[in-house]
């Protein structure tokens, strides 16, 4: 029988925030792997844990992956840590999971902290529906992509973010999305937490004059959807009536539906649209 892949989430910052649970499984695994060994030996040495300590990062994450999955076959029991909170969530986790479902090894994850849900639950913007895009990304035409998205996203925005990234990045958040309510988290569970809650632009002038220190996450309001249906009037508005029953035929719907679907943007009935049509052939 196989083993079992316990996904241990650790402090994001309060060693308190750990769990019985999780400090159990620890101690009973046959091997931890974590992120950087050097930064989860000081926890492990906390709680007095002595459990084998073997690396897996983003770097080795598929070679490493492999060998992980392999004692797992063998019926080893592998608990996997990363740096900070839930292993899985913005951190090459994912793949080991992947893994191991293809593999058909047991997988359960421990619940306890993660940086994304502390920041959301303390940010006074709304819960209950939420997108969480972790770093905005590097590459300048996946960014523009991620941002398009973002400028139209209706649910709550959660961005990760260095300190050293943080002004650059809330500046062009605030030009992309304008000065949406914001929550900027800092040091969370730690000593001088802090959330900042202001608009984009707001925010962004005020960490210009106040030097930003430990990880972040921005919370961002999403916009609204009479914001997104008066957009969408307006686009309707400069379009022809042919070209707005054509644009629906392309997304493959039939031409009763596409009528009926015009006339909704435009507020008017599926009958109005197609006797202006058949106005137009005469």
Request: charged share 30%; hydrophobic share 35%; glycine share 6%.
């Amino acid at each position: 029988m196989p083993g079992t892949l316990y996904l241990c989430a650790t402090p994001i910052g309060n060693l308190e925030d750990i769990t019985y649970r999780v400090v159990r499984i620890l101690g009973e695994a046959d091997l931890i792997a974590a992120e950087d060994t050097r930064n989860s030996i000081r926890l492990l040495n906390h709680f007095r844990i002595r459990t084998p300590l073997t690396s897996y990062h983003e770097y080795n994450k598929y070679d490493k992956g492999k060998k992980l999955v392999e004692q797992l076959l063998e019926g080893k029991n592998i608990a996997l840590i990363t740096d900070a909170g839930t292993p899985g969530i913005s951190d090459p986790g994912e793949e080991l999971v992947r893994m191991c479902c293809e593999a058909g090894i047991p997988v359960t994850s421990l619940p306890g902290p993660a940086a994304c849900i502390t920041a959301l639950t303390i940010s006074g913007l709304p819960t209950r529906r939420f997108a969480f895009e972790a770093f905005l990304p590097t590459e300048k035409k996946e960014r523009e992509e991620i941002l398009q998205e973002l400028e139209r996203e209706t649910r709550t925005i959660i961005l990760y973010e260095a300190p050293h990234r943080l002004v650059k990045t809330l500046k062009l958040l605030s030009e992309r999305l304008g000065n949406r309510k914001a929550a900027v988290c800092r040091e969370l569970t730690k000593k001088y937490e802090t959330a900042l809650r202001a608009g984009l632009q707001d925010a962004a002038a005020y960490y210009e004059t106040h030097e930003p220190k430990g990880e972040c996450v921005i919370v961002i309001e999403g916009r609204s959807r009479e914001d997104l249906e008066r957009e969408k009037r307006a686009e309707w508005e400069n379009m022809s009536i042919e070209d707005h029953v054509q644009y629906y035929l392309s997304q493959g719907y039939d031409r009763k539906e596409a009528l009926k679907r015009t006339g909704r943007d435009r507020g008017v009935s599926k009958r109005d649209i197609y006797n202006y049509l058949e106005q137009q052939k005469k």
